[in-house]
């Protein structure tokens, strides 16, 4: 089988790398850029996509460019602590969870491809235009922008913007609380995020918050922000753990990008093309589940094509998944947990408990790991995908 993949970003590449492992030889994807380079900030691959990546042999590389997260932890935005967990192997995974610069794990992914399916598996300046192609099975993973899946739904229009704007960038500086905790600050309008990545001494962070007008560019992460603005917003979120806006002055580099996704779709396979990823499916970065969820696509594609000859499988168990996920995202998945703390005690609270139950917060965060499909119990059971 001859298969195109359109997209050399973390879904396509992951796809390639998929299919060579599960039997595929004659793969090629297509990236319009001139050059694949690092950009982007940071990104976390949660233990489901991790346990992907292991399985495809890349465990060592990934956690070379990682920081294994410690513990999930959400407070209010006065520093207040809301709700923490053990993430990865203290949390009983099986596997790890890592943050990662976005374009370290680009880099890592491309390299793996051209290693092991050939210099000429990846063709830079290549734009794959609608449907059209000349192979068995073209993948449409191209994007939140993606021209695959706008030749399948040409009435869809732009992504929807949701009211808010998000600033991401990354900052030298101390580590805070474990030095390997991914935090989130927030009180029902403006949120910060924050945790290490590269040798963790590399801060990425997020800010976000509403924005007025229309946004410039939707979908587009290499936006350059200005930090005054930034800054202004978050002014007085001094922590007795974390200086927010010092923080943001000192960002090497930062980015503005409208939040946005996309509606789930009737369908991702017609005929000979099916759709992957953010072209599939495109939500919220709430939860920390974009680039994993394309990483756990790739591989069920892959296994859908050498099991049964088709895609078939692959939509009927990835498009419910990642309908159910999109939607939880846009209501808020875990995190909102700081939205209720905000709602019943606007001043802070003495005990969160009698504010935000223990169960309730709780079953919160239980409820978005099932529906994302990374419950520790049936993640560590669940079979392989692999093919042999």
Request: aromatic share 8%; proline share 6%.
């Amino acid at each position: 089988m001859r298969i195109t993949i359109a997209g050399g970003g973390i879904g396509g590449l992951a796809t390639a790398l998929s299919l060579h492992t599960a039997g595929f030889e004659d793969v090629v994807v297509h990236e319009a850029a001139e050059e694949i380079r690092p950009l982007g900030v940071g990104i976390n691959l949660l233990p489901h996509a991790v346990r992907e990546l292991t399985e495809l042999g890349l465990a060592g590389r990934l956690a070379a460019i990682g920081v294994a997260t410690a513990e999930l932890a959400y407070f209010n935005r006065y520093g207040q602590a809301i709700w923490s967990e053990p993430r990865g192997l203290a949390a009983g995974y099986r596997w790890p969870q890592y943050s990662v610069h976005r374009g370290a794990l680009q880099m890592m992914l491309l390299d793996a491809v051209r290693e092991r399916l050939g210099p000429r598996a990846v063709r830079t300046g290549t734009r794959v235009e609608g449907l059209r192609h000349d192979s068995d099975l073209l993948v449409g993973a191209d994007g939140i922008h993606s021209a695959v899946r706008a030749a399948l739904f040409p009435d869809e229009g732009a992504p929807p913007w949701n009211g808010l704007v998000l600033w991401r960038g990354t900052t030298c500086a101390e580590p805070f609380l474990t030095g390997r905790s991914m935090i989130m600050a927030g009180d029902g309008t403006q949120k910060f995020v924050a945790y290490p990545i590269g040798d963790g001494r590399l801060v990425n962070w997020i800010a976000e918050r509403p924005l007025d007008g229309e946004p410039p560019e939707r979908g587009n992460w290499n936006r350059s922000a200005d930090l005054a603005a930034v800054v202004e917003h978050f002014a007085d979120w001094t922590f007795d753990w974390l200086d927010v806006p010092g923080l943001v002055t000192a960002a090497e580099a930062a980015y503005e990008y409208p939040m946005v996704d996309r509606e789930p779709l009737p369908f991702w396979a017609k005929d000979d093309v099916v759709l992957l990823g953010d072209a599939a499916h495109a939500m919220y970065p709430v939860g920390s589940n974009g680039a994993s969820q394309a990483i756990i696509d790739a591989r069920v594609l892959a296994h859908s094509l050498a099991t049964t000859g088709g895609a078939a499988a692959y939509e009927a168990l990835r498009r419910p998944a990642t309908a159910a996920l999109q939607l939880a995202n846009r209501r808020q998945g875990p995190e909102i947990v700081m939205r209720l703390a905000h709602e019943r005690a606007p001043e802070g609270f003495d005990d969160i408990d009698q504010v935000v139950p223990l169960e309730e917060r709780t079953e919160i965060a239980a409820s978005y790991k099932r529906t994302a499909g990374f419950d520790p119990a049936l993640l560590n059971e669940r079979p392989s995908w692999s093919v042999r």
